[in-house]
């Protein structure tokens, strides 16, 4: 919540603030690195999928297993497209505790604590992605060659 402190004395003149971008980002990995990564993200994801879904079974629910699996599979859709771009020079007093005069920092911080919630699922996500394009990649080449 903004203080009375951060209405009066930032209002007519704000800090710089980040800000979120999206996109696609590619891996200039070797192939092959981008086959194993991919491939042990997938099977993490299913392991994650299987432990916290589907391995309920004295009390297994369909629907509460779905909605899980939809959670976690739209929270990776998430991390993969939205990259948090926080300020780091506009973060408070040392970097982590709040400035009571400016409520710039507390946007910046917002973005920090998003990026750091989002970097799991970035590190499950990219090379999943990237696997994908390198499949089609393949898929493409062997239709055109044949």
Not at 32 to 55: E, H, M
Request: charge should be negative; proline fraction near 6%.
């Amino acid at each position: 919540m903004m203080s009375i402190f951060e209405w009066f004395f930032e209002r007519n003149n704000p800090a710089p603030t980040g800000n979120f971008e999206s996109g696609h980002y590619y891996l200039d990995w070797p192939r092959i690195w981008i086959i194993v990564a991919g491939l042990l993200s997938v099977i993490f994801v299913g392991f994650i999928i299987y432990a916290i879904c589907f391995n309920y079974f004295y009390n297994f629910e369909p629907d509460t297993a779905l909605f899980n699996s939809i959670l976690i599979i739209g929270y990776l859709f998430v991390s993969y497209f939205i990259y948090p771009k926080p300020n780091t020079e506009n973060m408070g007093i040392f970097g982590f505790i709040d400035n009571p005069f400016r409520y710039t920092d507390d946007v910046n911080r917002f973005l920090m604590w998003s990026q750091i919630l989002l970097f799991p699922g970035k590190i499950i996500a990219i090379p999943i992605v990237n696997l994908w394009f390198v499949i089609m990649t393949i898929k493409n080449n062997k239709n055109q060659t044949g």
